[in-house]
Nanobody, 126 residues
Framework: QVQLVESGGGLVQAGGSLRLSCVAS????????MAWFRQAPGKEREFVAA????????YYADSVKGRFTISRDNAKIAVYVQMNSLRSEDTAVYYC???????????????????WGQGTQVTVSS
């Protein structure tokens, strides 16, 4: 089991930046990858970015491509997302997710991830 804890959310003005962190318990990760999702009130949880653990290949939703950068820690189980040029539509609760390594890794589907953090609120004001 992987336990995930997000941090770094907050209030930022449009055009500003935030960096979210997700740290996991333990030193071993057996999954294919980790990801960030977000959910705004009244909307479904949507894919933001993912990273494949073994080679650090990254994947992004079109809505954040060029603005967000996902990365992982080389020494521990941790994933980050640097969010630049934030817009009001980026306002949401952001969740970190990790897959179990069992089965196909469909990086953009929330159903592929077995482990989830508690979420951290990101609010972008204009």
């Amino acid at each position: 089991q992987v336990q995930l804890v997000e941090s770094g959310g907050g209030l930022v003005q449009a055009g500003g930046s935030l960096r979210l962190s997700c740290v996991a318990s333990g030193r071993t990760f057996s999954g294919y990858g980790m990801a960030w999702f977000r959910q705004a009130p009244g909307k479904e949880r949507e894919f933001v970015a993912a990273i494949r653990w073994r080679d650090q290949n990254t994947y992004y939703a079109d809505s954040v491509k060029g603005r967000f950068t996902i990365s992982r820690d080389n020494a521990k189980i941790a994933v980050y997302v640097q969010m630049n040029s934030l817009r009001s539509e980026d306002t949401a609760v952001y969740y970190c997710a990790a897959d179990s390594g069992m089965g196909f890794w469909n990086y953009g589907s929330s159903r592929t991830y077995a482990y989830w953090g508690q979420g951290t609120q990101v609010t972008v004001s204009s």
